[in-house]
Nanobody, 114 residues
Framework: QVQLVESGGGLVQAGGSLRLSCAAS????????MGWYRQAPGKQRELVAT???????NYADAVKGRFTISRDSAKNSVYLQMNSLKSEDTAVYYC????????WGQGTQVTVSS
């Protein structure tokens, strides 16, 4: 089994910052990529950012220049530094792990007040 444990969500004012963390444990083998998705009320889950084992990153246009994804391969962990937060960033943020299969965290709420 694979477990993804997220932390760092919360309530922040517009313009503020938050840092999300996700640690993978269990039957971890040959991670291909990790990342973050989000789902706002009434909307579909969407990609926020991903990073592969080579360090290449991919960002949604809506977060480019504001969010930074990073990883610690030794800890099987991925992080998302979110700056200049906007009300439209309010969502449940899910950690994502790609190995032979795809795995999801339980989600952490990020609420940005305007």
């Amino acid at each position: 089994q694979v477990q993804l444990v997220e932390s760092g969500g919360g309530l922040v004012q517009a313009g503020g910052s938050l840092r999300l963390s996700c640690a993978a444990s269990g039957s971890i083998f040959r991670i291909k990529a990790m990342g973050w998705y989000r789902q706002a009320p009434g909307k579909q889950r969407e990609l926020v950012a991903t990073i592969n084992q080579g360090g290449s990153t991919n960002y949604a246009d809506a977060v480019k220049g504001r969010f930074t994804i990073s990883r610690d391969s030794a800890k099987n962990s991925v992080y998302l530094q979110m700056n200049s937060l906007k009300s439209e960033d309010t969502a449940v943020y899910y950690c994502w792990l790609l190995m032979a299969g795809v795995y999801w965290g339980q989600g952490t709420q990020v609420t940005v007040s305007s």
